[in-house]
């Protein structure tokens, strides 16, 4: 079984700054690259940032580039989304998730954590 604890929202004034974690655990825990997602009240969920478990490549949604930076401890097993220069338009729950395979959709999912900007 495979768990991804995801902890470090809140409530954040616009243009603050915000680090989640996402602590990934599990019996032979593999993975190719782990996601953060985000999900607003009313809206679908959408893809934030990602990076591969070496670390060697990272990916960001148009809409957080130059504010959002991902990283991961490997030995840890914890992946962070940095998010700076939060605006309103940030808020929603983001979930972490790990992709086993490369070229396959996300397989493990965190529970959520809650991410609120105020203006």
């Known amino acids: 079984q495979v768990q991804l604890v995801e902890s470090g929202g809140g409530l954040v004034q616009a243009g603050g700054s915000l680090r989640l974690s996402c602590a990934a655990s599990g019996r032979t825990f593999r993975s190719y690259a782990m996601g953060w997602f985000r999900q607003a009240p009313g809206k679908e969920r959408e893809f934030v940032a990602a990076?591969?478990?070496?670390?060697?490549?990272?990916y960001g949604a148009e809409s957080v580039k130059g504010r959002f930076t991902i990283s991961m401890d490997n030995a840890k097993n914890t992946v962070y989304l940095q998010m700076n220069s939060l605006n309103a338009e940030d808020t929603a729950v983001y979930y972490c998730a790990s992709q086993v395979v490369a070229g396959r959709g996300y397989d493990y999912w965190g529970q959520g954590t809650q991410v609120t900007v105020s203006s």
């Open positions: 990076i591969t478990w070496s670390g060697a490549s990272t």
